[in-house]
């Protein structure tokens, strides 16, 4: 896990009173690549000046 992310994570958790278990950092640091990974691709994507039309199906995982 990246240190940065690492102690920023700690600090919330610290912050809401709470002590991580362990293994639970690396779990975390799972969804937050696999999160950072979606917005990076998210971002890339050069749309000119198409509007956006989100859809949500809660079908999708």
Do not use: C, T
């Amino acid at each position: 896990m990246d240190k940065l992310i690492e102690a920023s994570l700690k600090a919330v958790l610290a912050r809401e009173g709470l002590q991580p278990k362990a293994g639970d950092l690396e779990q975390f640091s799972e969804i937050i690549e696999l999160y950072a990974g979606n917005l990076k691709q998210l971002h890339s994507v050069d749309l000119g000046s198409e509007e956006l039309g989100p859809v949500f199906r809660p079908e999708w995982k």
